[in-house]
């Protein structure tokens, strides 16, 4: 019976030794179990998931500092916007009072000088600031900046061209702050 129980463990010994050395094999071979290459391509898929995730949201995060960025700047550029929109009406009372004063009257050339003194400075100050005036005398009309109050034939200047301004324009930092309020010239 020992002999029985020898030969019995001896077979178990060597159907083990078998399973290892198939198992060996399939590993080296690259072949796995069918689960685990499951398992594996999850595994892989994941990793590839969390990469891409992990780009995007750096992408989002470069995304946000950028627009926050350009949005700081344009606070920056245009702060003074409805400041410099409510001055404008002031630099057009000014440029009025020079236009209608009579300038031959001795009496009110210290006037005059004062309120243009005044004009001037207010202007410059627009400038420092980046406020530009448009005066498009001469330049073709330009509906991005110009207002067409009329049209009015004429043989001497360009068709479309601004032949008179009613009210000068104003951009800040390039961004139009009032539209020119121009006559237009048109073929006859």
């Known amino acids: ?7 019995a463990a001896m077979q178990d010994e ?6 290892l050395q198939q198992a060996d094999e399939a590993e080296l071979s ?7 290459e499951e398992q594996l391509a999850a595994a892989k898929q994941a990793v590839v998931d969390a990469q891409e995730q992990s780009l995007r949201a750096a ?9 926050a960025e350009k949005d700081a700047e344009n606070a920056r550029k245009y702060a003074l916007e409805k400041f410099a929109g ?5 630099v057009d009372n000014l440029d009025r009072a020079l236009a209608s004063a009579d300038s031959a009257d001795e009496s009110l050339k210290p006037i005059l000088e004062g309120v243009e003194l ?4 207010l202007v410059d100050a627009l400038a420092r600031h980046n406020v530009e005036q448009l005066n498009p005398v001469g330049e073709p009309f330009n ?17 479309n061209s601004v032949m008179d301004v009613m009210q000068k324009g104003y951009t800040l930092n390039g961004r139009l702050l009032r539209a020119a309020m121009v006559v237009i010239a048109k073929a006859p």
């Open 1 to 7: 019976m020992a002999e029985e129980q020898d030969k």
């Open 14 to 19: 060597e159907i083990q030794a078998e399973e």
């Open 30 to 36: 690259g072949e796995l179990e069918p689960g685990l």
């Open 59 to 67: 992408a989002e995060a470069q995304n946000i500092r950028r627009r």
């Open 86 to 90: 409510d001055m404008l009406p002031v």
């Open 118 to 121: 005044t004009r001037k400075t």
């Open 143 to 159: 509906p991005e900046f110009h207002e067409a109050m009329a049209m009015v034939p004429n043989p001497d200047a360009e068709p």
